[in-house]
């Protein structure tokens, strides 16, 4: 539904309609981790200055902050 990429590039986020967001190594196009979610996420945004902190629109109208590191993925 919404994809997402880390402000240096080596990270994508994907939702789908099965409530699930993935975590992506660019360089590699692999799946590093699946979240599963009580919504669908419909859009992702992430931050251009904490790049530990991600903004999901939710189908149920809620907007959450996700906070991760990116780097642990590697």
């Known amino acids: 539904i919404s994809l997402?990429?880390?402000?240096?590039?080596h990270?994508?986020?994907s939702s789908s309609v099965d409530?699930?967001?993935?975590v992506w190594?660019?360089?590699?196009?692999?799946?590093?981790?699946r979240?599963?979610?009580t919504s669908e996420v419909y859009s992702l945004a992430w931050s251009q200055i904490d790049p530990s902190?991600?903004?999901m629109?939710?189908?149920?109208?809620?907007?959450?902050?996700?906070?991760?590191?990116?780097t642990t993925f590697s």
């Open 4 to 9: 997402a990429m880390s402000p240096d590039g």
């Open 19 to 22: 409530c699930q967001v993935f």
């Open 57 to 70: 629109g939710m189908r149920d109208g809620s907007i959450s902050a996700w906070s991760f590191e990116p």
């Open 11 to 13: 990270w994508a986020l």
């Open 53 to 55: 902190l991600v903004l």
């Open 35 to 37: 979240y599963t979610f």
């Open 25 to 33: 190594q660019t360089d590699r196009g692999i799946v590093h981790q």
